[in-house]
Nanobody
């Protein structure tokens, strides 16, 4: 079955930048949207950003707005997360998630997403 694979995590100094990628392990013919979530130790999984595949419409959590940019390459079926002006509080495991079709569930919760990656660690040193 379809699985998502994240890449690009690592260690970066505060104020720096880092880019993440998310791609399916198998070819897929159906995607409605892709989201990024993150989870810091001892905290619940938190919504970061979301992009609708058809037209590229994006949404961002207030905490990352103006610093993070989500994008997609429809030819490669790959989503990206560009993180800039990183802060210590951005430290977390970052997960990508794919929504296979339209859902009445809210995009900023995990509920509408059908596929998840294993996560990639992002550590911002202060």
């Amino acid at each position: 079955q379809v699985q998502l694979v994240e890449s690009g995590g690592g260690l970066v100094q505060a104020g720096g930048s880092l880019s993440l990628s998310c791609a399916p392990s198998e070819r897929t013919s159906r995607v409605y949207a892709v989201g990024w979530f993150r989870q810091a130790p001892g905290k619940e999984r938190e919504f970061v950003t979301h992009i609708r595949w058809r037209d590229g419409t994006t949404y961002y959590a207030d905490s990352v707005k103006g610093r993070f940019t989500i994008s997609r390459d429809t030819t490669k079926n790959t989503a990206y997360l560009r993180m800039s002006s990183l802060k210590s509080e951005d430290t977390a495991v970052y997960y990508c998630a794919a929504q296979g079709g339209w859902s009445d569930k809210l995009y900023y919760t995990p509920d509408p997403y059908d596929y998840w990656g294993q996560g990639t660690q992002v550590t911002v040193s202060s």
